[in-house]
């Protein structure tokens, strides 16, 4: 019994050498670039001295709540085509602001990428 169990160890440390002996040759994949179209914009302050937060992106449509200058609102999507209003073009914007969802016009806000810029720049406003 004492020889058999011997046999069959040596037996496993051979096969295991053997497999461990290969060496493998890693799969590479080569993926084509990807363009990157625009840069997220994820963050808004109101630059106007007032402005309507909108149930639908024009300027017909009832008005939620009327905000500040300097707010913060972050950025939820864009409107896919301009508008002119008080004959500035611009899009629309969906901002949540306060636990509230709507649409402001682009003309009165400044686009930033970052909550920290957004904070600086509506600590200058505000001054």
Not at 77 to 103: A, E, H, K, T
Request: hydrophobic share 40%.
């Amino acid at each position: 019994m004492k020889k058999y169990c011997i046999s069959i160890i040596i037996i496993l440390v051979i096969a295991l050498s053997f497999s461990c002996s290969r060496k493998e040759e890693a799969l590479v994949i080569n993926l084509p670039p990807i363009q990157v179209l625009e840069q997220r914009t994820n963050y808004a302050v109101i630059t106007s001295s007032h402005l309507r937060l909108r149930t639908e992106p024009s300027v017909r449509s009832q008005a939620i709540v009327t905000l500040w200058k300097g707010y913060i609102l972050e950025v939820v999507s864009r409107s896919s085509r301009m508008d002119n209003v008080d004959g500035l073009d611009n899009f629309w914007y969906q901002v949540r602001y306060g636990g509230l969802r709507g649409w402001v016009f682009g003309a009165y806000i400044k686009l930033v990428p970052t909550y920290e810029q957004a904070k600086e720049e509506a600590q200058r406003l505000k001054s």
